[in-house]
């Protein structure tokens, strides 16, 4: 609606001070020619916007005007209230804080509107935790995170539990959290590179500052960096026979595989597909799960790691049961 974009073009100017044109239009998806639209309809409102010319201009609002309308319909109010994994507020220790926040939004909002912010908490809740993933260890989530607030340079050691632990210098410039897991992201010489938290063995904060890079953007960077972590995973493809009764649970997917093509069903019922995984060894497992439900097609090394394992399982239990009297 066109009441809520003037109303948030109005709290974008008043947080950032000024923001161009084209920069509103982008956070708002619209136009830049619907912007100018708007602004013209907050001035014939009374709204003080002011547009600077060239280079380094902008739309913004005079100094001494401010807005403590919020203007939230039922929507927004119940994002609030949903939108607040308890388990990475108290990773940052700001679960009480957190809690405090939304106790007094509680208190300020309309009757109708804390029944809706109450209704949200008790019909749906975000666990961030997969079921297979165990719980990091965060010691150093504190001293990051502080360096990260004063902008001050870290120097931290960093590796797996078995490795000795290099040395790095370097500014922190961001956490992320990835389902469960913590990511820092530092400058190492200036360029941003991802550590996961659990794996920093210590960190000191230094006395000297370093400025944030020029446009520096977290959550661009980190989708960017993901989507090249995710090119480089070695996928390992196979090409399957698989029985009506899989289906299901095939084309459900999972972690480490992905269906990249499925042929239609033959006479029989059964589906060629191939499928990518992580390796040769998951491969094997996961055919192995579906027993006779899964035939390997090819490559032949897959085909001869199932038939082995498989061998092998049938050996050990035609075995003498060594418990028997």
């Known amino acids: 609606m066109r009441a809520d974009r003037l109303l948030s ?31 013209i309809a907050l001035g014939m409102a009374g709204i003080p916007v002011t547009a600077e010319r060239g280079a380094g201009g902008g739309w913004r609002l005079l100094e001494e005007y401010r807005t403590n309308l919020t203007g939230m319909n039922a929507a927004e109010i119940q994002a609030l209230f949903l939108t607040r994994p308890s388990r990475l507020m108290a990773d940052l ?13 509680l208190a300020a909002l309309p009757a109708i509107s804390r029944q809706g912010a109450e ?6 809740h975000i666990d961030v935790a997969g079921w297979g993933q165990r719980d990091d260890a965060v010691p150093m989530l504190p001293v990051l995170q502080q360096a990260i607030w004063q902008q001050r340079r870290l120097r931290f050691t960093y590796g797996y539990d078995n490795d000795a632990p ?14 469960s897991v913590w990511y820092v992201i530092v400058a190492i010489d200036g360029q941003p ?28 960077h980190w989708e960017d960096s993901s989507a090249r972590f995710t090119e480089r995973i070695p996928r390992f493809p196979a090409t399957l026979r698989v029985a009506p009764s899989a ?15 499925e042929e ?17 060894h998951s491969a094997c497992e996961y055919v192995l799960s579906y027993g006779p439900q899964i035939e390997v097609v090819e490559p032949a090394t897959l085909r001869a790691s199932v038939l082995a394992a498989a061998q092998a399982t049938l050996a050990l239990y035609q075995q003498p049961d060594k418990d028997a009297p």
């Open 9 to 39: 073009i109005l709290l974008l100017l008043q947080i950032h001070g000024q923001m161009t044109a084209g920069e509103l239009a982008h956070r708002l998806e619209v136009s830049e020619r619907t912007i100018h639209r708007d602004m």
């Open 93 to 105: 220790g700001m679960e009480q804080a957190s809690d405090a926040a939304l106790i007094k939004l």
């Open 119 to 124: 209704d949200i908490r008790q019909r749906i």
């Open 166 to 179: 290099g040395e790095r210098l370097g500014d922190p410039l961001g956490l992320v959290a990835k389902g």
């Open 193 to 220: 590179r991802t550590y996961r938290v659990s794996r920093v063995r210590s960190a000191e904060l230094l006395d000297e500052m370093y400025e944030r890079p020029p446009g520096f953007d977290l959550a661009a």
């Open 247 to 261: 289906l299901a649970g095939m084309r459900a997917g999972g972690r480490y595989t992905r269906i990249d093509h």
């Open 264 to 280: 239609p069903p033959d006479a029989t019922g059964w589906v060629r597909m191939t499928v990518l995984f992580e390796d040769d």
